[in-house]
């Protein structure tokens, strides 16, 4: 298969995907309760709750319910946040703002940071190097993230007494205007060089928290396909023109390595997103992940659904450029099922 | 080493009545001392100190490795099941059946696990029986999707086109050559999950999804989080050690297992 | 166990069987699936419309290069695989294969329904793809495969005693002390022994896996067996005891081999008769000495040619051109010609073969912008400019151009940036007889004169 | 050596001074051992080694899958993977040439029309001495030489063709991208004069051509001043390309320069490798059963072309193969190797014409030929020994038809039996007395004519 029909036909599938996401979703609201929980208390008399039910359409068959709130989702409507009291809407994109500046600060560490340590442990197969490596990525693995910010939050919080919480130091946050909701863009847009620097160190600790699982997972990928392709006919070939172990390495096993790493990378990304949960509420950042940790713990079904919906899509999208990207550099996969 | 870990925490889960007085009635609870709150390790009765809430942190630990043996021993089982029977069917049928199973497969994936847990258990309210649910409910697809692929690829094997020849049936040839010859990476990744499984578990309950008091790492975890900013590091520091000490230990040996059962690593 | 092996053999159907196996225009078309919807856009034709005689304790080789449809007609024949279009029949007699031809020879509009039911019952009673389940459980007694990865072909779990014991027990044939008794036989019939009983295949080296191949093959004591690439994976010297092994299990069983390879030399080493393989179609057949004495096809003669011999004497000087072309679009006219250093302007040239040609000059196709195809030997191709159209034009006419493919053209005309390129239009050569049972389907010795019959196309 | 040790193989060829340089061998390889260790101990993979390549000359080393002839050719470019792999002893020294000063490479007497002659000693300049052996030839051992020598002959003056040509090119780039870095690992300087450049600015650009730029460096080659001129040299570069694989009758090289190696078939995949090896003018092709993945036609015709290029060049050709059977069409002298050790060395008529070593006799007698008929073909039984510490005995004797009790013990000598050059190790062609074996323990020389 061509890569243009690998891409257009993966495309055709995303909507099928998206309305099953959905179906899921939906499902999950309906599944163990009423949806309309939240809204309900013990004094109301039956009409009321009645009416309550009437105005939510809870009492449709739930085909028509799924069609009425897909279309809401559709055009924007996700319901009404009860544990911000106020239209998800209109919490949902400073929420966001905030988690993606987390997370994106821990992917691109974890995205530079492992593949180095990766390529380093590989092309030192089983020397320090590489054990060290090996135990850095497994322990990344093994790693609870809560009880690793909890860790970092000990030595530098409670011993060394250095790390800040929260997300800005409230002084700052009221020196400049938030026009993006990501502080070190406004920082950056404001020309503030006080603002950028206290936004980057409350980002420092919990991008190096959600990080570190990311890094750790890359590390092991790279190594291993490196480890792989250096064990490859073409990496002989080109020792075998005289050309040094750096570029050897550098022009033609890394290269290729890179290639299977490169889903891990969109698959991490995953990991990311989940990883803000934890990491918001340990940090008090607040986020998407800390938003869903409140929801879930006050039963606030809205938010639930609207942050799952939001994710999956999300996750969707990121794969589908991923593997996009991966038939693209890999010439030699065989395309389709 | 991993072994040996996996051997010591799992002893320690099996001999929990044996070492602790169990808690009455429910012994899965932690035991409240409500004379002694936030006591530091050492303290005579508690070794490891307490909780904010009087709890033993000893029993918690101990009591815990249960809990998480019970949680990976059911989560793990019931998904290797589930999901090979599904992939079994999606690899082996072929044709429309696989189109239908991997889409939906396809589905549930796009969803990040530990999101997708999180919703389930949130909407069926917060106890561990729930966790377990959930965590099954997002689980199974990895291993239907495995199994699956490797069906597939097991069936290209010339030992099975020379048991046709042979005039053996569909079935047993399924159950002869293809079954058995696909099921080594299952049997690493069923590994490494049982360290996962507790991980996500863990998290879950840090989150408060599981019932309160539980004698568990993650509840632990999230119970002594609230005292780190007064000085009371331990509870949170020994309870999610465990969790690391476990997750670590299946880590360790579902590497091992990979290195020696991956054919590609053979004479390397 | 001979006798076993008289009684399963002793089918209503058996009785006078001169040709275990008769193979009767059989194609087998893996479609290519492409663009967005997957549809099927074209078909990689890896046998197509092959027929031939597997007499009976007779060794048949079939030899060709890689991606000529010899293991898939392998597979086809031994029922793995099911053919796209016709048929592979078991256990003919004389007559009822001449009876076949007959049959088959009329086309189908024109059979009379007596005929037709004739035909079915032949199908019924012989055909693989046909049988019903007793005579399929009985062919699948009597037909066996070693495949050439004599380790993949070896469930890695069980244990040998397991392998060659499955087939026994799945047919019915032993079990218990007697089954044991009979694998020790048969691994003793293979130069193997009861020490190996309890082993795993990965505890062999390539030349005994293979052998325990073999034993599973002859366990059910069968007629025939399809031999696929048995020694290819194997060095010389483990290679000369595994023909050796195969040669005296048939002079012991009165097997009938069906040895595909690619290697000349024991191809005519192992067979009785040769049929030479071209892109899914059959060049030439005939009894091996005389393929290897007087070949007649110039495919043959080419492998002939390059094939390295111990035995000294001059290298050859012709060497084929070019690879082997994409079977999905096989050549018009003989699949050889785009390779064949005897080519005629008869053989089949047509468009695809004025744009390789052109391809392989420096600039010869240099903005091509479009193709209207009205047919393989007919096409109008655009550029883009009017330079690159006479460039085209001036590659085909050049030196370079091989006489046969110039004189083939019936019209090369430039208007603007057009180019129309036509040439006659040319029918598949058929197998026509060229000595006493030698075949070869070559428009040089067989006088075809296609360039009448081929205007009805 | 030659002249210090007069029994060594190498001095049949060596001669005795710098008067005889001209027929000092290419390459001599003496006692290479090769180990890889295991779990169940060091595997004796190659085990004293001896052979000479001469100049122009095509060998080939003849063996069976696990035979060490692989690891043999590897080791001389130190391509084995290390560990496990240990080069445990032994020396390959190599004498490489340089153009005719006479004809400036271009082909004239003095130099047989290949272009090349030897290059003198850099010690005694050619007088003959310690350091070159009295060959008065300049001489390198590859197996000791710093990583940086090496590096200047791999590719340059030794190239090397692997098996599976689908492998040995990288996936990811394009055939162009492949065959430049040769040319700009070897021959930077010739490139950038070639482009008419000065050396000023031509010392900046040698490094970006070849690859060895800092960062910084590499964005000021993309700067205006610098990019045009680093246009010339890859426009220079490319013409070289094309040359390449124009020398390997590829059609229309331009455009294949530009694809990626799974776009082409197997044939031609193997001829951009031999483009890509010869493209230095190496003294030295090391070809590992450079057809093996290939079918017969195309083989036939990738043969051609190494004999072809050979014999304008005056390469010499290190044949690796499995095929004994093509072996004697292309091979000037042959080596058979069994078991890590060598079993017969000789000229290539005479090994196939009268094979001396009972291995080697068995194999050519188990190879079918044309016309021999159907039957039972003369196999070797029995399987390859293990080579996990071997105790001193002949190897081949577990599988031996004259095998005697000597065989068992002794390890028999590669020496000359049918003079001037062909070798075998066995006992037969041994006096008990020679080898400190009793006359009853021989193998029976008489059922072996």
């Not at chain 1, 409230?170 to 502080?183: K, L």
């Not at chain 2, 044709?95 to 919703?119: H, K, N, Q, Y």
């Not at chain 4, 040995?168 to 040769?182: G, S």
Request: aromatic share 6%; charged share 20%.
């Amino acid at each position: 298969m061509q890569v243009r029909d690998y891409v257009a036909r993966r495309l055709m599938i995303l909507p099928l995907l998206i309305v099953g996401t959905s179906i899921i979703v939906f499902a999950l609201s309906r599944v163990g309760g009423s949806p309309i929980a939240i809204y309900l208390s013990h004094e109301m008399t039956a009409d009321e709750v009645a009416e309550i039910e009437e105005r939510y359409g809870v009492n449709e068959p739930l085909p028509v319910q799924y069609l009425a709130w897909a279309a809401g989702a559709l055009r924007g409507d996700l319901g009404w946040s009860g544990v911000s009291s106020a239209p998800v809407r209109q919490i949902f994109p400073k929420k966001l703002a905030a988690s993606a500046e987390l997370a994106v600060a821990a992917g691109l560490v974890a995205v530079a940071l492992g593949i180095s340590l990766g390529t380093f442990a590989g092309a030192r197969r089983d020397r320090w190097p590489d054990h060290f490596a090996r135990i850095f990525s497994i322990s990344g693995a093994s790693m609870p993230v809560f009880w690793f910010g909890i860790l970092l939050l000990i030595l530098f919080w409670v011993i060394l007494g250095i790390a800040p919480i929260g997300r800005s130091d409230p002084g700052v946050f009221a020196r400049i205007a938030h026009p993006t909701g990501v502080y070190t863009i406004d920082a950056i847009l404001a020309g503030d060089a006080g603002a950028l620097w206290d936004a980057i160190w409350h980002l420092i600790l919990p991008a190096i928290t959600l990080g570190y699982g990311t890094t750790a997972i890359i590390t092991r990928m790279m190594r291993s396909s490196l480890v792989e392709e250096l064990g490859e006919d073409y990496v002989d070939a080109a020792r075998a023109k005289g050309l040094p172990e750096r570029i050897v390495l550098r022009r033609h096993a890394r290269r290729n390595a890179l290639i299977p790493t490169v889903t891990v990378v969109g698959l991490s990304f995953g990991f990311l997103l989940q990883g803000t949960v934890v990491v918001e509420i340990i940090f008090r950042y607040p986020g998407l992940g800390r938003w869903l940790a409140d929801a879930v713990l006050r039963g606030d079904r809205a938010t639930i659904m609207a942050y799952v919906l939001f994710t999956s899509v999300l996750f969707l999208l990121i794969n589908l450029i991923v593997d996009v990207l991966y038939a693209y550099l890999d010439r030699r996969v065989v395309l389709g099922e | 080493m991993g072994l040996i870990i996996i051997v010591a925490l799992v002893g320690m889960a099996l001999l929990a009545p044996v070492l602790t007085v169990p808690n009455t009635p429910d012994p899965a609870q932690m035991p409240r001392d409500w004379g002694a709150l936030n006591e530091p390790p050492g303290t005579p009765g508690h070794p490891l100190g307490t909780t904010t809430s009087g709890g033993d942190v000893l029993y918690g630990l101990i009591w815990g490795a249960r809990t998480s043996l019970k949680l990976s021993v059911i989560v793990v089982s019931i998904t290797v099941i589930i999901g090979t029977i599904i992939g079994s069917l999606a690899g082996f049928l072929g044709g429309r059946i696989d189109t239908v199973l991997m889409r939906i497969v396809d589905v549930f994936l796009s969803i990040p696990e530990l999101i997708f847990a999180l919703a389930i258990a949130a909407v069926l309210g917060p106890s561990l029986r729930n966790i377990i649910l959930a965590i099954a409910a997002v689980f199974w697809v990895k291993y239907a999707r495995l199994i699956r692929g490797q069906i597939i690829h097991v069936k290209q094997n010339e030992y099975v086109d020379a048991a046709r020849v042979i005039g053996d049936s569909r079935l047993r040839i399924y159950l002869k050559d293809i079954l058995p010859n696909s099921m080594t990476p299952l049997v690493v990744q069923a590994t490494l999950d049982m360290g996962h499984v507790v991980l996500i578990g863990a998290t879950l309950s840090f989150i408060g999804l599981a019932e309160a008091g539980l004698a568990e790492w993650g509840v632990l975890v999230s119970e002594g989080q609230t005292g780190i900013s007064a000085g009371r590091w331990w509870v949170s520091l020994f309870a999610g050690g465990m969790i690391f000490l476990w997750s670590l230990a299946f880590n360790l040996v579902g590497d091992a297992m990979r290195d020696v059962l991956d054919p590609r690593m053979e004479g390397r | 166990m001979t006798a076993l092996g008289v009684t399963s053999t002793a089918g209503p159907s058996s009785q006078v069987a001169d040709y275990v196996i008769s193979v009767r225009g059989v194609r087998k078309h893996f479609p290519i699936k492409e663009g967005v919807l997957q549809r099927v856009t074209g078909h990689v034709r890896a046998v197509d419309d092959v027929s031939f005689d597997v007499p009976r304790g007779k060794t048949v080789g079939l030899v060709g290069e890689s991606g000529c449809g010899k293991s898939t007609l392998g597979r086809v024949i031994s029922g793995l695989t099911d053919a796209t279009e016709g048929g592979v029949y078991f256990r003919l007699s004389h007559a009822a294969k001449d009876r076949l031809d007959e049959l088959l020879a009329i086309p189908e509009a024109e059979r009379s329904a007596a005929e037709g039911r004739e035909l079915a019952e032949i199908d019924r009673a012989h055909r693989i793809d046909a049988l019903g389940k007793d005579r399929w459980r009985e062919y699948r007694r009597n037909c066996q495969v070693v495949f050439q990865d004599a380790f993949a072909s070896l469930n890695p779990r069980h244990l040998v005693k397991d392998i060659i014991g499955r087939p026994l027990r799945i047919h019915h044939e032993a079990s218990g002390t007697q089954l044991t008794e009979r694998i020790v036989d048969l691994l003793e019939s293979v130069g193997l022994g009861s020490q190996h009983l309890y082993r795993f295949p990965h505890q062999f080296s390539g030349g005994q896996r293979q052998r325990i191949s073999i034993a599973r093959a002859v366990a059910l004591d069968p007629e025939f067996i399809v031999l696929d690439e048995p020694t290819s994976a194997l060095d010389v010297s483990v290679q000369a005891q595994i023909l050796n092994l195969l040669h005296d299990l048939q002079e012991q069983r009165g097997l009938t081999y069906l040895f595909i390879s690619h290697d000349l030399n024991v191809v005519e080493h192992m067979s009785d008769r040769i049929i030479v393989m071209y892109l899914g179609q059959i060049a030439e057949t005939g009894p091996s000495e005389q393929i290897f004495a007087a070949a007649r096809h110039p495919y043959t003669e080419a492998l002939l040619e390059a094939n390295p011999a111990v035995e000294g004497g001059a290298r050859a000087v012709t060497r084929l051109k070019g690879s082997v072309p994409d079977p999905a679009r096989p050549p018009q006219g003989c699949r050889f010609h785009t390779r064949c250093p005897v080519v005629t302007s008869q053989c089949g040239w047509e468009v695809d073969d004025a744009v390789t040609e052109a391809e392989l000059r420096d600039s010869g196709l240099d903005g091509l912008s479009g193709v209207s195809r009205q047919s393989a030997f007919s096409a109008d191709l655009t550029f883009e400019t009017e330079a690159q159209a006479a460039a085209f034009v001036a590659q085909l006419q050049a030196q370079e151009t091989p006489e046969p493919l110039a004189a083939a053209l019936t019209e090369l005309r430039q208007t603007g940036t057009d180019v129309s390129v036509r040439f006659q239009p040319v029918v598949p050569v058929r197998l026509e007889r060229v000595g006493p049972d030698q075949l070869s389907a070559c428009l040089l010795h067989t006088g075809q004169q296609p360039a009448a019959e081929a205007v009805a196309r | 050596m030659s002249a210090t040790d007069p029994t060594s193989p190498a001095s049949m060829h060596s001669g005795t001074g710098p008067a005889l340089a001209e027929r000092v061998p290419l390459v001599s390889v003496e006692g290479l051992r090769v180990h890889f260790t295991s779990k169940r101990g060091v595997v004796h993979a190659v085990d004293g080694v001896t052979l000479d390549i001469g100049d122009g000359e095509t060998v080939a080393l003849v063996g069976e899958t696990g035979s060490g002839k692989s690891v043999t050719a590897k080791s001389l470019l130190r391509l084995i993977p290390r560990p496990p792999g240990v080069i445990a002893g032994g020396k390959a020294l190599f004498r490489s040439k340089m153009p005719c000063p006479g004809c400036r490479g271009a082909g004239c007497v003095d130099c047989g029309q290949t272009g090349r002659v030897g290059e003198p000693c850099t010690a005694c300049a050619g007088a003959g001495c310690g350091v070159c052996g009295q060959s008065g030839r300049s001489t390198v051992d590859l197996l000791t030489i710093p990583e940086d020598e090496l590096r200047d002959i791999r590719g340059n003056r030794i190239a090397m063709i692997f098996q599976d040509p689908g492998k040995a090119l990288n996936p990811a780039l394009t055939i162009r991208a492949q065959i430049a870095e040769v040319f700009a690992e070897h021959r930077s300087d010739e490139l950038v004069s070639e482009a008419g450049l000065d050396d000023e600015s031509g010392r900046l650009l040698r490094r970006a051509v070849r690859n060895r730029g800092r960062f910084f460096e590499r964005r000021l080659g993309s700067l205006p001043p610098l990019r045009s001129q680093r246009r010339r040299v890859d426009a220079v570069l490319d013409g070289r390309i094309v040359e390449a694989l124009a020398d390997t009758r590829i059609p229309n090289p331009v455009k294949i320069m530009r694809s990626y190696p799974h776009e082409l078939s197997g044939g031609m995949k193997q001829r951009v490798m031999i483009a890509q090896a010869l493209a230095c003018d190496p003294d030295l092709l090391i070809a590992d059963e450079p057809t093996t993945a290939l079918d017969v036609t195309i083989q036939a015709r990738i043969l051609d072309l190494i004999g072809e290029l050979q014999a304008r060049r005056g390469t010499s050709v290190l044949y690796i193969s499995h095929d004994l059977s093509l072996v004697r069409g292309i091979a000037d002298r042959a080596a058979v190797m069994y078991a890590g050790m060598l079993a017969e060395v000789g000229p290539a008529e005479q090994i196939f014409a009268d094979p001396l070593h009972p291995y080697t006799r068995g194999l050519l007698a188990a190879i079918p030929t044309p016309g021999m008929g159907r039957g039972r073909l003369a196999a070797i039984e029995g399987t390859v020994p293990e080579l996990i510490d071997p105790p001193p005995a002949c190897r081949f004797h577990t599988r031996c038809p004259h095998a005697a009790t000597a065989c068992a013990r002794t390890d028999p000598p590669l020496a000359i039996r049918q003079p001037p050059d062909h070798r075998a190790a066995c006992l037969l062609y041994d006096d008990a007395a020679e080898v400190g074996e009793r006359p009853e323990d021989m193998p029976d020389r008489s059922a072996a004519s």
